[in-house]
């Protein structure tokens, strides 16, 4: 008897703990301190798959004919001696979608610059693009969507300027998001955000 006890009082113990470790698995994020080295530090061309990246820094000849600010020169016009656009890696590379898939779940830290989509009551913001270089998707056409990272902050943050960059530090996932302004391949729960300081 005194046996059985014991041994029922062990499983009880073991199921407790196996209980609060799943408990603590599955609430992850939820009130969990994580310390900067945590971040895994990314620089943007890391989210590129390899052929985009390789079709980008090797971009085709008749590209140095184009010259700056033509009708050739927009991202959607049919270039001029591109042949067929279907067939042209580089033209794909500059709309790709697909991703890095070791990078879904990671926590990350990335430099960039944000393009505000939503504002709290305090005019602090929430839901936002985060891209490589400043005046994407304002001034001039949007980066590849596998280089813009939809992000929500849900304490939000003060945005001074469009110029200001900064590091933001959070759960990536690889999750497609489209609005009138972008389309990225990438989104990110924040957990940080700081003023970006060499």
């Not at 989210?47 to 090797?58: C, F, V, Y």
Request: glycine share 6%; net charge negative.
């Amino acid at each position: 008897m005194n046996g059985d006890f014991r041994f029922a009082r062990l499983a009880l113990l073991v199921g407790s703990l196996w209980l609060c470790m799943t408990c603590s698995l599955a609430m992850a994020d939820k009130g969990a301190v994580f310390e900067k080295e945590d971040f895994r530090t990314v620089e943007w061309t890391e989210l590129m798959p390899e052929a985009d990246l390789d079709a980008l820094m090797n971009p085709p000849d008749y590209l140095s004919e184009i010259e700056d600010g033509a009708e050739e020169d927009m991202l959607k016009s049919p270039i001029r001696g591109a042949g067929d656009p279907a067939g042209d890696r580089y033209q794909q590379a500059l709309t790709s979608t697909e991703v890095r898939p070791e990078f879904d779940g990671q926590l990350i830290r990335i430099p960039g610059f944000v393009v505000p989509l939503d504002f709290d009551e305090r005019q602090r913001v929430t839901r936002f693009f985060l891209v490589p270089f400043f005046g994407a998707c304002i001034h001039v056409p949007p980066p590849p969507p596998n280089q813009i990272i939809y992000a929500e902050s849900a304490e939000g943050f003060d945005q001074a300027s469009l110029y200001d960059a900064f590091w933001l530090s959070g759960r990536m996932s690889t999750a497609m998001t489209e609005n009138d302004m972008a389309v990225s391949a990438y989104a990110m729960k924040v957990m940080a955000v700081e003023v970006y300081r060499e």
